[in-house]
């Protein structure tokens, strides 16, 4: 169970908006969060904001075309998307 810090992190990830619609040039797009896999363990993936489309979308999303393909349809990676992020909470 996330511990109360955690939330309003969480919180104020998904109210950055979509990172990549951001990336695009199109801000305040409504976010879920996505969990960048590194390891197994879900809790302990950094995170960045996709909206439902980029996120689940089966056309265009990470979880409906792949990373591998994400990636490279919208020239961009997590990685960098989660550095932006990052940024924007001035961590």
């Given at each position: 169970?996330?511990?109360?810090s955690?939330?309003?992190?969480?919180?104020?990830?998904?109210?950055?908006?979509?990172?990549?619609?951001?990336?695009?040039?199109?801000?305040?797009t409504?976010?879920?969060?996505?969990?960048?896999r590194?390891?197994?363990i879900?809790?302990?993936?950094?995170?960045?904001?996709?909206?439902?489309f980029?996120?689940?979308?089966?056309?265009?999303?990470?979880?409906?075309?792949?990373r591998?393909?994400?990636?490279?349809?919208?020239?961009i990676t997590?990685?960098?998307?989660?550095?932006?992020t990052?940024?924007?909470?001035n961590?």
């Amino acid at each position: 169970m996330a511990t109360k810090s955690e939330r309003e992190r969480n919180r104020k990830i998904a109210e950055l908006g979509c990172s990549l619609c951001r990336h695009q040039g199109n801000e305040g797009t409504p976010a879920e969060l996505h969990h960048i896999r590194r390891t197994g363990i879900r809790s302990l993936s950094p995170i960045i904001p996709l909206c439902p489309f980029h996120h689940r979308g089966t056309s265009a999303g990470i979880h409906g075309i792949g990373r591998k393909s994400w990636e490279k349809y919208h020239q961009i990676t997590e990685e960098i998307l989660l550095e932006k992020t990052k940024e924007l909470l001035n961590e």
